[in-house]
């Protein structure tokens, strides 16, 4: 599956983006999807998982109450919600694809093993 994230931009702390993850193969609606980030200097963070379906979400604690995950199978594409961005939510943001249909709780990178350009997200404080 090809993967083309969009929708990041510069946001002042407090603000919202909501990011797009645009999928191309057919076995997108096969498989969960993710989202990670990565800051300049840091470790790539998962932050986020949805199953096939739709009706199985993970959380990092990082991003649990602010971020909410969601996919449109019918459009191939998945979404991140992002709300009260802090500064620290500052990175660029891919969007994944699991070789599983399902998620695991506690572990959003779980089976995430594709992914495609990145969208930067810049909060400024």
């Known amino acids: 599956v090809q993967l083309q994230a969009s929708g990041g931009g510069l946001v002042q702390a407090g603000g919202s983006l909501r990011l797009s993850c645009a999928a191309s193969g057919r076995t997108f609606s096969n498989s969960a999807m993710g989202w990670f980030r990565q800051a300049p200097g840091k470790e790539r963070e998962y932050i986020s998982a949805i199953s096939r379906g739709g009706g199985s979400t993970v959380y990092a604690d990082s991003v649990e109450g602010r971020f909410t995950i969601s996919r449109d199978n019918a459009k191939n594409t998945v979404y991140l919600q992002m709300i009260s961005l802090k500064a620290d939510d500052t990175a660029v943001y891919y969007c994944?694809?699991?070789?599983?249909?399902?998620?695991?709780?506690?572990?959003?990178?779980?089976?995430?093993?594709?992914w495609g350009k990145g969208t930067l997200v810049t909060v400024s404080s």
């Open positions: 994944a694809a699991s070789k599983y249909s399902g998620v695991l709780a506690g572990n959003p990178g779980y089976g995430m093993n594709s």
